[in-house]
C-alpha cells in the first residue's frame, strides 16, 4: 500500500530512526546520482514561496535519477479549476510521487486520500515535517543523539513549533516552548504529544527559564506565510523571546542555535546571534537534501 509523509508521525518510531540513518548514508554518497527515481517524475507543488524546500526537492530528485515537475498556483488552481479528487486521480496517471506546499492543512490531507502516489508535505499552516526530520539529522551530526536532548523552542507557536511537537510524541526528548499564551502551538498536538508520554514537554512565558540548560534553541519567523498581516502584533507579543547575547548569556555553553530560515534578522534572531559561533543555520539548510532524499527513498520503496 502507498505510503504519505504529511506528518512525522505517519512514521513509526523505527520508521524515523531508519530514514535519520539513511539520510546520513545518502549525505556521504552526496553527489553521485543514485538510479532510485530513474525514469520516474516527481511533482512539486508550491502555493507558498520557498528557496530551501524548493530546490532541495528538486536537486534530491535529480540525485536520485528522477525529473521534476515544478507547479504553481497558477497552473493547476486546487480544487479551483477542478476538483482535489480530480487533480489527485490525473497526476497519479503521470507521476510517481507528488510534493506540496499549500496553506490549507485539509487540502493535503485530501490530496493524500485520493492520490495513488506517495504525497509528501512540504509545508502547510499546521505542518512542516520535512524541516523537523532535517533538524532531527543536524541535531545528531551536532551533539551525537537525538534521544534525551534537550531543546528550547522560542517564539510563535506554529507549524515548525507543531512539527517539534509530533516529533516529540514518537522520541524521547525534552522540549520546552517559550512563548505567550496567545501564540501556543495547536492544543490537539500539544494534547496528544504530552499524551504518548515519550517526551517531557514544557510550555512556559519566560524566555529565560526555556533557553535554561538547553542544547538546542530554535526559534523561527513570528509571522509566518500568509500570516504577514499579523507581524507588528505578534512583534509586540513576542519581543521578549527574541534570540540576542543578552538572553543567551544565560544559555548552556555548548548549546547549538537552529533557525529553519528563512530568517526575519533583527526580529525573532539578532544578527550576533545567527552569524555567531553557536549557530547551525546552514548545515540545517543543507540537511533538507539528505532527508527528503531519504524520506522519498522510504516512501517509493513502500509504494
Ligand atoms: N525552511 C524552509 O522550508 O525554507 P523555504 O521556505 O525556503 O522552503
Ligand atoms: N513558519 C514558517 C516556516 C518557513 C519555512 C512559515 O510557515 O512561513
Known amino acids: 500500500m502507498k505510503k504519505d509523509f504529511l506528518a512525522i508521525t505517519d512514521f513509526s518510531q523505527n520508521e524515523v530512526r531508519e530514514t535519520l540513518k539513511l539520510a546520513a548514508e545518502l549525505k556521504k554518497k552526496k553527489g553521485q546520482v543514485l538510479d532510485v527515481l530513474k525514469g520516474k517524475t516527481v511533482a512539486c507543488i508550491f502555493h507558498k514561496p520557498s528557496?530551501?524546500?524548493?530546490?532541495?526537492?528538486?536537486?534530491?530528485?535529480?540525485e536520485l535519477g528522477g525529473n521534476s515537475l515544478y507547479i504553481t498556483e497558477k497552473e493547476i488552481e486546487l480544487g479551483v479549476r477542478e476538483s482535489i479528487h480530480d487533480v489527485a486521480k490525473v497526476l497519479s496517471r503521470y507521476v510517481a510521487m507528488i510534493e506540496i506546499r499549500t496553506f490549507s492543512h485539509q487540502s493535503l490531507i485530501e490530496l493524500a486520500k485520493?492520490?495513488?502516489v506517495p504525497v509528501i508535505n512540504g509545508l502547510t499552516d499546521?505542518?512542516?515535517?520535512?524541516?523537523?526530520m532535517g533538524d532531527m539529522l543536524t541535531i545528531i551530526e551536532h551533539k551525537g543523539r537525538i534521544d534525551g536532548i534537550k531543546i528550547a523552542y522560542l517564539g510563535d507557536g506554529?507549524?515548525?513549533?507543531?512539527?517539534?511537537?509530533k516529533a516529540a510524541s514518537l522520541i524521547p526528548m525534552d522540549l520546552r516552548i517559550g512563548t505567550r499564551k496567545e501564540t501556543w502551538p495547536?492544543?490537539?498536538?500539544?494534547?496528544?504529544?504530552?499524551?504518548?508520554?515519550?517526551?517531557?514537554?514544557?510550555i512556559t512565558d519566560n524566555p529565560k527559564e526555556a533557553v535554561m540548560n538547553a542544547d538546542v534553541i530554535y526559534t523561527d519567523v513570528w509571522a509566518s506565510m500568509g500570516q504577514k498581516d499579523q507581524a507588528g502584533s505578534k512583534a509586540e507579543l513576542l519581543k521578549e523571546f527574541q534570540l540576542n547575547s543578552?538572553?543567551?548569556?544565560?544559555?548552556?555553553?555548548?548549546?547549538?542555535?537552529?533557525?529553519?530560515?528563512?530568517?526575519?534578522?533583527?526580529?525573532?534572531?539578532?544578527?550576533e546571534i545567527i552569524d555567531g559561533r553557536h549557530s547551525i543555520v546552514f548545515d540545517q539548510a543543507e540537511n533538507r537534501l539528505h532527508i527528503q532524499k531519504a524520506i522519498m527513498v522510504k516512501l517509493i520503496q513502500s509504494a
Not at 499546521?126 to 523537523?132: A, E, K, S, V
Not at 506554529?158 to 511537537?165: I, Q, Y
Not at 492544543?187 to 517526551?199: M, Q, T, V
Open 126 to 132: 499546521l505542518l512542516h515535517p520535512c524541516q523537523i
Open 158 to 165: 506554529n507549524n515548525v513549533c507543531n512539527s517539534w511537537l
Open 246 to 271: 543578552q538572553l543567551l548569556a544565560g544559555a548552556d555553553s555548548n548549546h547549538v542555535v537552529m533557525h529553519c530560515l528563512p530568517a526575519e534578522r533583527g526580529r525573532e534572531i539578532t544578527d
Open 51 to 62: 528557496l530551501r524546500t524548493r530546490i532541495s526537492f528538486e536537486v534530491g530528485i535529480n
Open 114 to 116: 485520493y492520490a495513488d
Open 186 to 202: 495547536d492544543s490537539r498536538i500539544l494534547k496528544e504529544a504530552k499524551d504518548a508520554g515519550k517526551s517531557t514537554i514544557t
